[in-house]
T-cell receptor, first 109, second 116 residues
Framework: LAKTTQPISMDSYEGQEVNITCSHN???????ITWYQQFPSQGPRFIIQ???TKVTNEVASLFIPADRKSSTLSLPRVSLSDTAVYYC??????????FGKGTRLSVIA | GAGVSQSPSNKVTEKGKDVELRCDPI?????LYWYRQSLGQGLEFLIY????????KSGLPSDRFSAERTGGSVSTLTIQRTQQEDSAVYLC??????????????FGPGTRLTVL
């Protein structure tokens, strides 16, 4: 069973900021919070990873509250090309990933 | 800077036939994973290789499925006596062994298997 809960789908207009929240109430001390992106007919692609507070890279930001029981992936100014499925995972080390259904983001022009 | 490659990209077979799917991981990655994704579903773990350790086969759905990894590099997933429910996209991923944090897995493009 996936250790995370996230919305099944979200819609957004181009140019808006999109925030996808993920719940992981039973996160372990050693677990990191990681987000992957998957386009149709492609394998998932790593976006961002964090342990606590805030992480930012060229693609997204990841906000993690102090209790680490949830996290929010923030995509600034989305474009049509950001339409994809976004997966939130919590794990540590090199272990097989347990994927849930992910969040299907549809960006509308 | 080649990524993970898989072959073939598409495979159509008849029920009852055996198939072999190949994965070439990123050079230097000691961990290799196989997953499958059925239409509209999330990814399902199948098997995991880490260095010279015995593979973790806990995700294989039946004894018709097997995999090997030769020389710590290329891996082959074999499905014997294929069934229609085996139709899916089979994805391979590889990663470095991380001593801290969580290892980022790099996925290949997948092999789409269709069993008629």
């Amino acid at each position: 069973l996936a250790k995370t809960t996230q919305p099944i789908s979200m819609d957004s207009y181009e140019g808006q900021e999109v925030n996808i929240t993920c719940s992981h109430n039973n996160i372990a001390t050693n677990d990191y919070i990681t987000w992957y992106q998957q386009f149709p007919s492609q394998g998932p692609r790593f976006i961002i990873q964090g342990y606590k507070t805030k992480v930012t890279n060229e693609v997204a930001s990841l906000f993690i509250p102090a209790d680490r029981k949830s996290s929010t992936l923030s995509l600034p100014r989305v474009s049509l090309s950001d339409t994809a499925v976004y997966y939130c995972l919590v794990y540590s080390g090199n272990t097989p990933l347990v994927f849930g259904k992910g969040t299907r983001l549809s960006v509308i022009a | 800077g080649a990524g993970v490659s898989q072959s073939p990209s598409n495979k159509v077979t008849e029920k009852g036939k055996d198939v072999e799917l190949r994965c070439d991981p990123i050079s230097g990655h000691t961990a290799l994973y196989w997953y499958r994704q059925s239409l509209g579903q999330g990814l399902e773990f199948l098997i995991y290789f880490q260095g010279n350790s015995a593979p973790d086969k806990s995700g294989l759905p039946s004894d018709r499925f097997s995999a090997e990894r030769t020389g710590g590099s290329v891996s082959t997933l074999t499905i014997q006596r294929t069934q229609q429910e085996d139709s899916a996209v089979y994805l391979c991923a590889s990663s470095f062994v991380s001593t801290s944090g969580s290892g980022e897995q790099f996925f290949g493009p997948g092999t789409r298997l269709t069993v008629l």
